[in-house]
């Protein structure tokens, strides 16, 4: 075995995705088990420790080859310390994860948000491989997003850059989880959507929401109403990704998250409206893609970022 080794780990709210990741971007073992959070911090990372230490082993991998532990989240915290201020999807607060972590691994552990290690993985091995400055941004139940300057992630001062799905894009629009009105994800998340094809009168079978998929094959199969929620929603996107992109002048704009299944049916319209919006200068200079690693972004970005911010001697 050549090179470093990391562990990534994508604690999500359903499952929790493990990989061991080389610096070639090779995933040497993966695992998933369910994240269960109601068992505590605690009993999580005890467990979690137990199901890496014997990926490995399973690997033919010594644990002492491994140079660390890099975690994503959806969370509030502060990455200097590894402290989950809240996650509001798994109810934790106030809790030392990476202490916990370093404990029962014996490693150093790097934790950070959901979006910025996903950004990182589409950046190191995806959609905005060797971009200068990319914008990733997920369309899921809200509107993420995470920038990665250089090969590095952009966080601020806080670890709140890139909270593109909180640019308030509308005024008076509806109200956003965040308590603002008109945010970017309360008009192009895969949720908004949905509710606002039931607004318009869009029902699936036995009058259950439709999926951002089924929203967009009504649209392409010429359905009127489905086509104006789509136009809507594409516009207001680029609106948002316009507001983003001036700021960062990005090479590159990596779009992530089911919608993006959708294809040219969302990204051709959603490059043009971009054009419309951003300067003409910051819209010739940057490509909008759909992003390649699906569901695999957050481990390749939490194994990538240990893999740059470790030391080894
Ligand atoms: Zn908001």
Do not use: Y
């Amino acid at each position: 075995m050549s090179g470093k080794l990391a562990l990534g780990i994508d604690i999500g709210g359903t499952n929790v995705k493990l990989a061991l990741v080389n610096e070639a971007g090779e995933v040497i073992a993966s695992e998933s088990v369910p994240t269960e959070p109601e068992r505590g911090a605690e009993a999580f990372c005890r467990e979690v420790a137990a199901t890496a230490k014997t990926m490995t082993a399973q690997a033919g991998i010594a644990w002492a080859e491994v140079i660390g532990v890099g975690v994503g989240m959806a969370a509030f915290l502060d990455v200097e310390r590894g402290w989950i201020e809240e996650s509001v999807n798994l109810h934790w607060r106030d809790v030392p994860l990476g202490e916990m972590l370093t404990r029962e691994l014996g490693k150093p552990v790097r934790v950070d948000n959901d979006a910025n290690v996903a950004a990182l993985g589409e950046v190191w091995l995806g959609a905005g491989r060797n971009a200068n400055t990319a914008l990733c941004v997920t369309l899921g139940t809200g509107v993420g997003g995470g920038i990665v300057i250089n090969g590095r992630i952009h966080r601020g001062v806080t670890n709140m850059a890139g909270e593109i799905g909180h640019i308030m894009v509308k005024n008076d629009g509806e109200l956003c989880n965040c308590g603002h009105h008109g945010c970017l994800e309360t008009l192009a998340s895969a949720t908004a959507l949905s509710r606002h094809a039931e607004q318009a009168g869009l029902v699936g079978k036995e009058g259950r929401e439709l999926t951002s998929k089924e929203i967009f094959e009504m649209a392409e199969a010429g359905n009127a109403k489905a086509k104006a929620v789509v136009d809507d929603m594409i516009h207001w996107l680029a609106v948002g990704l316009s507001i983003g992109a001036n700021i960062l002048n990005p090479d590159v704009i990596v779009i992530a998250g089911g919608v993006v299944n959708a294809g040219d049916a969302l990204i051709e319209p959603l490059r043009k409206a971009f054009h419309q919006e951003a300067l003409a200068r910051v819209a010739r200079a940057c490509t909008i893609v759909p992003a390649k690693l699906g569901s695999q972004a957050g481990v390749l970005g939490a194994a990538r970022l240990v893999l740059q911010e470790i030391e080894t001697v």
